[in-house]
Nanobody, 115 residues
Framework: QVQLVESGGGLVQAGGSLRLHCAAS????????MGWYRQAPGKQRELVAT???????NYADSVKGRFTISRNNVKNAMYLQMNSLKPEDTAVYYC?????????WGQGTQVTVSS
């Protein structure tokens, strides 16, 4: 089993930046993909950015050029650097990992971007 805890969310003004952190613990071997989702009230949960096992990175079109996903395998950590934030980025952000035993989710961290 894997436990994931997100942190780093908060309230920022449009144009500002936040860096989200996802700390993993437990059995993190065998991960096939990992990344970030977000969900705003009344909207479908959206895949924001993801690593595949081959280190391929994909971003949602809405965040390309503004967000950067990264990871530190030694620290069992994953990050999402968010720049040039827009009010439409407001959502709860969740990190996830896929393993041969299933998908694991963090509890989410709120990001609110004011106009």
């Amino acid at each position: 089993q894997v436990q994931l805890v997100e942190s780093g969310g908060g309230l920022v003004q449009a144009g500002g930046s936040l860096r989200l952190h996802c700390a993993a613990s437990g059995n993190t071997f065998g991960v096939t993909s990992m990344g970030w989702y977000r969900q705003a009230p009344g909207k479908q949960r959206e895949l924001v950015a993801t690593f595949t096992d081959g280190d391929t990175i994909n971003y949602a079109d809405s965040v390309k050029g503004r967000f950067t996903i990264s990871r530190n395998n030694v620290k069992n950590a994953m990050y999402l650097q968010m720049n040039s934030l827009k009010p439409e980025d407001t959502a709860v952000y969740y990190c996830y990992t896929n393993t041969p035993w299933g998908r694991y989710w963090g509890q989410g961290t709120q990001v609110t971007v004011s106009s």
